[in-house]
């Protein structure tokens, strides 16, 4: 049986899936000595490409991290003073594998930090903490 029979062949059965490296591999297993490089060449040859597939990693509770809140400044308008308006956000930062919440409180006008509090959880005692 030829070789390009063969290639075409194990392409089929894995229904296009296989690239070179992996119908090689698959020719060694059947007993063919053949070079990885002459693979890839007959493949080309005959316009067979292996159909790529996307990778995707899942992420549980991304939703949940993405959600944004709803603005409660509908005014938008500049503070005119310190301390008259005060921001605050929570973010997450992964260290050493594991996820840390950092929840900061910022003064709007003067943009400097009133306070932050960093927690292994995502709660909100981690929020008051941040305004003691």
Not at 7 to 15: F, L, M
Request: net charge positive; hydrophobic share 35%; aromatic share 8%.
């Amino acid at each position: 049986m030829g070789l390009k029979i063969l290639i075409k062949k194990i392409s089929d059965e894995n229904e296009g899936r296989y690239g070179s490296p992996r119908i090689w591999k698959a020719l060694l297993k059947q007993g063919y000595q053949v070079s990885r490089k002459r693979v890839a060449r007959l493949m080309q040859e005959m316009g067979l490409i292996a159909r790529v597939t996307q990778v995707t990693h899942r992420a549980p509770g991304l939703r949940r991290f993405l959600a944004s809140g709803e603005n409660l400044r509908s005014d938008g308008a500049v503070p005119d003073n310190k301390n008259k308006v005060w921001v605050a956000d929570v973010t997450y930062l992964k260290v050493k594998k594991q996820w840390h919440y950092l929840s900061v409180i910022m003064d709007l006008y003067s943009r400097r930090v009133v306070g932050w509090s960093l927690d292994t959880k995502r709660t909100t005692e981690v929020t008051r903490r941040t305004l003691c």
